[in-house]
Structure formats: structure tokens, C-alpha cells
């Protein structure tokens, strides 16, 4: 037969490679649980209580820093504002006075 390929393959030789098969499958397998068993137990890990603080301490800053940085900003806002107000009701006090 024209374009045909067969390819013989011993029983011994299938069998081994089943085997073979088998054998990477089930180390996969225990790869997997090992992974998985240790991704759950970093999960359950509580971190020491210094870190937590740490790391508490470092957030709490942040939020002061960008609090402090907002009021700053809305000083400033609130000085151009006032300062036009000011000049403005000036000018009408002295046009008044004209």
C-alpha cells in the first residue's frame, strides 16, 4: 500500500513504555501534591508579630504622608482662593469710596 506507515512495536517494548508513561504520570502527580501542599501550608503561615507590626507601622505613614500632602494642597487651594476674595472685596470697598 502506497502511503501507508506501520510501525511494530514488540510487546516488551509497549509495555515498557506504558510503563514509563505510568511512571512520569504518577511523579507529576506527586509533584502536584507536594506544590499544593506546601502553597496551603505558606497560606496558613502567620507572618511573626514585629513584621505585622512593621508593616502596620509603614502603612499608618503612608496614610499620614498622603493626609498631610491632601491638607497642603487644599491650604494652597483655599489661600488663592481667599486671596481673590480679599483683593476682590477690596476693590469694591474702594470703588464704593470713590
Known sequence: MA???SVHIGEA???ARNK???KENKTAAAM???VNTRARQLADEKPPPDLLVARDALRDAR?????AAWHREQA???RATLTDLIAH???QAE???R
Open 32 to 34: 502536584r501534591t507536594l
Open 13 to 15: 517494548e509497549l509495555d
Open 95 to 97: 470703588r464704593l469710596m
Open 89 to 91: 472685596h477690596e476693590e
Open 63 to 67: 496614610t499620614r504622608q498622603e493626609w
Open 20 to 22: 514509563a508513561v505510568a
Open 3 to 5: 502511503g501507508t506507515f
Open 76 to 78: 494652597r487651594r483655599h
